[in-house]
């Protein structure tokens, strides 16, 4: 998996390289493969939030994701925002 | 400090370029720590670190096989994220050399930093130095910090991973944010979320945030022209 995922990356750094010495791609393109990144994020973050094995679900975890993202809000910094998360969903299933 | 290391560190761009690796590598901690929280070993996490070398792509493969999600869907996943790294290469592929052996590294390290950083300088010249300089520094910072981050997580693992599965989506959170930049962008983020929760009922595990990537077609489609 880990060198699939190394080659792939690396694939799509040197084929840009590449596509920019032999045409110039349209803008649309330019435009589809920078967006990917927040559609891809965000349906990442609402997955791992929400999915309780093919249902949506609020557990303990969703709460704790509220508070790391107030946190990264706030511009804290991103260790900050993981322990805030981690801690809030751990305090919660202690409760 | 000796002469020469002033007149380097007189420079912005060189100065900025060090700076922004050294702050890459306190992310690179936290990506070791999750690591072995979440079990991966330090051979696997080192090994991400140096061949992938792509921190977003990193946390999504790992969050995703971390929550017991399937290998596929997280090299998928991972994979739709590096999409961008393309993009940068397309736009500053006259910034980097065109020796073909130096051009094959260089490549290596076309990342959000060092496309940020070569983009925002006036001359080529410069332009050239914050690449590389931006470039070997993140990719020492990022690696050793995942070193030093995996030897942390294997003593304060146990407690984060009580959390794991809030500590990843927050994360992504944070790395989301300076995505968001223009309009479209963001109509990209609420669309791909929007079908992800659609799909999680409908599609089989590992599906819906691939078909999240379908808000970027849209947004391309139909949004405006700005980056």
Redesign the interface.
């Known amino acids: 998996m880990i060198l699939g995922l190394a080659g792939g990356c690396y694939f799509f750094k040197i084929g840009g390289l590449i596509a920019a010495d032999v045409t110039r791609p349209t803008p649309r393109l330019y435009r589809l493969l920078s967006d990917l990144t927040p559609a891809v994020l965000a349906g990442l973050i609402v997955v791992q939030a929400f999915d309780g094995g093919g249902t949506l679900e609020i557990g303990a975890n969703t709460a704790g994701l509220f508070v790391g993202a107030l946190a990264a809000w706030w511009r804290a910094p991103f260790a900050v925002v993981l322990v805030l998360a981690a801690a809030a969903t751990a305090g919660l299933r202690l409760l | 400090m000796g002469n020469r290391l002033k007149l380097f560190w007189a420079r912005d761009h060189r100065r900025d370029g060090v700076l922004l690796g050294a702050a890459v590598g ?2 690179g ?2 990506f070791g720590v ?1 690591a072995a929280a979440s079990g991966l070993s330090a051979l ?1 996490a080192t ?2 670190s140096l ?4 921190g ?2 990193q946390f ?2 790992l ?3 971390s ?1 017991g999600g399937d ?1 596929l869907s ?2 998928g ?14 736009s500053i ?2 910034v ?1 050399p065109t020796n073909r052996v130096r ?2 590294a260089a ?2 390290l ?1 990342i959000d930093e060092t496309a940020a950083m070569s983009t925002s300088q006036p001359a080529m010249e410069e332009s050239r130095e914050a690449f590389w300089i931006t470039g070997i520094s993140v990719f020492v910072f990022w690696n050793a910090g995942t070193l030093i981050g995996v030897l942390v997580g294997e003593v304060v693992g146990d ?2 991973s ?16 300076p ?2 930049s223009n309009t ?3 109509v ?6 929007g ?3 659609i ?3 409908l599609l089989p ?1 590992g599906l ?10 849209i ?3 139909a ?1 405006g ?1 700005k ?1």
């Not at chain 2, 061949?51 to 792509?54: E, H, M, P, R």
């Not at chain 2, 996943?77 to 397309?90: D, I």
């Not at chain 2, 009580?162 to 944010?177: E, K, Q, R, T």
């Not at chain 2, 990209?188 to 979320?193: C, R, V, Y």
């Open positions: 306190i992310f901690v936290t999750l696997k090994a991400m061949l992938v070398f792509t977003a792509s999504a493969a969050g995703i096989v929550s290998p997280a090299l996943t991972a994979l739709l994220l590096a999409a961008r790294n393309g993009v940068y290469a397309l592929s006259e980097l051009r094959l490549a290596q076309v407690p984060l009580w959390g794991l599965d809030a500590a990843f989506p927050a994360g992504f959170f944070a790395l989301l944010l995505h968001l479209r962008k963001r990209a983020a609420l669309l791909g979320a079908i992800a929760v799909g999680i009922p595990r819906p945030v691939l078909a999240a990537g379908l808000g970027a077609v947004a391309a489609t949004g022209n980056r």
